[in-house]
């Protein structure tokens, strides 16, 4: 009588899990399924140029999981020998509109390499939702230099140039400054020598 019980009890909870399982994986499956649909999509940003009736146009769009994106702000730069050139005064940003796309008209006069060739990035900064990315591509709307032209730009004096070719007033600037202070330092140690001989005398 005890066996029966025993085995009764152990076909029951045999049965128990056997049911349970598949209902703890699909419920595993479907909260799987949701924390996925809740992640953000990964945003996708381009740059596209284009031309009409004289006025260049510089484009970024950005999408996520191929919807448009609309309300990220992004900031148009252009590469420069040591820096990042903004193409919008002060760094502004521009906000993407309903289609995602945010879009600037390219400066005139903008210096480019011999071939007049300008690298534009588009940059998204700290947003809430994407985090940080952004976009590189390459267009000839610059002023193209000679390769003589820009060696006469890096003989030059100039606050950015290397130490060999600084600005005169510069220079001259720190020369004083180097001979105020050793000039200081001299007259300090003269006057402490003479003060030292001058006890002496009196004793």
Do not use: H
């Amino acid at each position: 009588m005890t066996n029966n019980l025993k085995y009764k009890w152990l076909g029951k909870l045999l049965i128990a899990v056997v049911f349970s399982l598949p209902i703890s994986l699909f419920a595993g499956a479907k909260q799987a399924k949701v924390e996925k649909e809740a992640e953000p999509a990964t945003a996708v940003m381009k740059i596209t140029f284009s031309e009409t009736d004289g006025v260049k146009v510089c484009k970024a769009i950005i999408e996520a999981g191929q919807k448009p994106v609309e309300g990220v702000e992004v900031k148009f730069y252009a590469k420069r020998f040591f820096s990042m050139l903004p193409l919008i005064a002060n760094g502004k940003a521009v906000t993407t509109d309903e289609k995602g796309e945010a879009f600037i008209n390219f400066p005139k006069g903008l210096p480019g390499d011999c071939n007049g060739t300008i690298v534009v990035t588009a940059k998204v900064e700290d947003n809430e939702k994407y985090g940080s990315f952004e976009s590189k591509d390459s267009v000839k709307w610059g002023t193209i230099i000679s390769v003589s032209d820009q060696e006469e730009e890096w003989s030059k004096r100039s606050l950015s140039a290397t130490g060999d070719r600084a600005p005169i007033y510069l220079l001259s600037a720190a020369g004083v400054i180097i001979m105020v202070v050793w000039g200081t330092l001299f007259y300090v140690i003269f006057s402490l020598v003479r003060i030292k001989k001058a006890g002496k005398i009196k004793k």
